[in-house]
Nanobody, 122 residues
Framework: QARLVESGGGLVQPGGSLRLSCAAS????????IGWFRQAPGKEREWVSC????????RYADSVKGRFTISRDRGASTVNLHMDSLKPEDTARYYC???????????????WGQGTQVTVSL
């Protein structure tokens, strides 16, 4: 069964960095636009960033612009999210998904994986 697998989360102090990775079983991410989303306790899931498949167009939510960088590793068929200058408000469970990209952001269209927890705290 095809599924998305997120990894790389953890506990980090404010101002620190983490790199999340998204991979897939049973298919290659290289053929899809991929987005990262997050959900904090008590809040709705929100999109964070996405990257196109052919032209690698990127989009970032205003809350992470300038701090997060999304990229592809086509050899490994992964999509990574490098997060710098992390803030306590970045604490959430992070998910990746296949998406459609518009000027306004990215819309997910596949089932959600289990995600990876990011906690930013002293």
């Amino acid at each position: 069964q095809a599924r998305l697998v997120e990894s790389g989360g953890g506990l980090v102090q404010p101002g620190g960095s983490l790199r999340l990775s998204c991979a897939a079983s049973a298919f290659r991410l290289n053929y899809y636009a991929i987005g990262w989303f997050r959900q904090a306790p008590g809040k709705e899931r929100e999109w964070v960033s996405c990257i196109g498949n052919s032209d690698e167009t990127t989009r970032y939510a205003d809350s992470v612009k300038g701090r997060f960088t999304i990229s592809r590793d086509r050899g490994a068929s992964t999509v990574n999210l490098h997060m710098d200058s992390l803030k306590p408000e970045d604490t959430a469970r992070y998910y990746c998904n296949t998406v459609t990209i518009s000027a306004g952001g990215c819309e997910p269209f596949a089932s959600w994986g289990q995600g990876t927890q990011v906690t930013v705290s002293l």
